[in-house]
């Protein structure tokens, strides 16, 4: 599957944003589909499944997170871009958590929405992959013999410090919520300002300015994600 060659389910219950949408990705090269709900999002998905979903949570019949509930519940791992008027960080973390890959908060700039789009089907086939070594600018991480070099250098890291940034590498592109880190690195709910020092000890060895970093970027009040050149 190539980017351009890829087909994105739009749900909006707004014929203009569906629309915008519609003209903004055709002229990309994307194949189309639309649904105004959340019962024909699923419908449609299951009858002709897309690479990418870009699903509104605010649907007439449902609440979005319940369509990406259904969808992670069975079994399908499509990408999901929510694209929503919220913007209380509530509503992105528990998006999120559930399974979707990435927001946009309306307006959208389309540059931004592309750009998006375009780093959620390069995460998806990266997954397909299973690379055994990950590169983004200066950053390289090779996950079988689990090391770490920046600029060319090797970086020692600490187990911990080692198994966020192996997770942040396994997703690279994608948004992890504080929640989805803390638990797949400390097995379970521990203060989130333990995983604030540990990002922030990382950010020392592998950022060049880690005031200004440009590997680990923050969501604010949401988690963390790994820019994916």
């Not at 980017?3 to 994307?30: H, K, M, W």
């Not at 959620?120 to 997954?127: D, E």
């Not at 929640?179 to 990002?199: A, K």
């Amino acid at each position: 599957m190539t980017t351009n060659a890829a087909t994105i389910l739009v749900v909006d219950d707004e014929p203009p944003i569906r629309r915008l949408l519609r003209t903004s990705l055709a002229s990309q090269g994307f194949q189309v589909t639309e649904a105004s709900n959340g019962e024909g999002a699923l419908a449609e998905a299951g009858r002709s499944p897309p690479d990418l979903v870009i699903l509104d949570l605010g649907l007439p019949d449902m609440d979005g997170a319940d369509v990406i509930r259904a969808l992670r519940e069975g079994g399908n791992a499509v990408p999901i871009l929510v694209l929503s008027s919220r913007a209380d960080e509530h509503g992105k973390v528990e998006a999120l958590d559930l399974g979707a890959d990435d927001y946009v908060t309306k307006p959208f700039g389309t540059a931004e929405l592309f750009a998006r789009i375009r780093a959620a089907l390069r995460h998806r086939l990266q997954q397909k992959g299973e690379p055994p070594t990950f590169r983004s600018g200066d950053l390289e991480v090779d996950l079988v013999r689990r090391v770490v070099c920046v600029r060319g250098e090797e970086v020692k890291l600490t187990p911990k410090e080692y198994d966020i940034l192996r997770m942040l590498v396994a997703h690279a592109g994608k948004v992890l919520t504080h929640r989805m880190l803390m638990r797949e690195v400390w097995g379970g709910e521990t203060d989130v300002q333990y995983l604030r020092i540990y990002v922030r000890q990382l950010r020392q060895k592998i950022e060049a300015d880690p005031e200004r970093p440009y590997h680990i970027l923050t969501e604010t009040g949401v988690g963390y994600r790994l820019r994916m050149d």
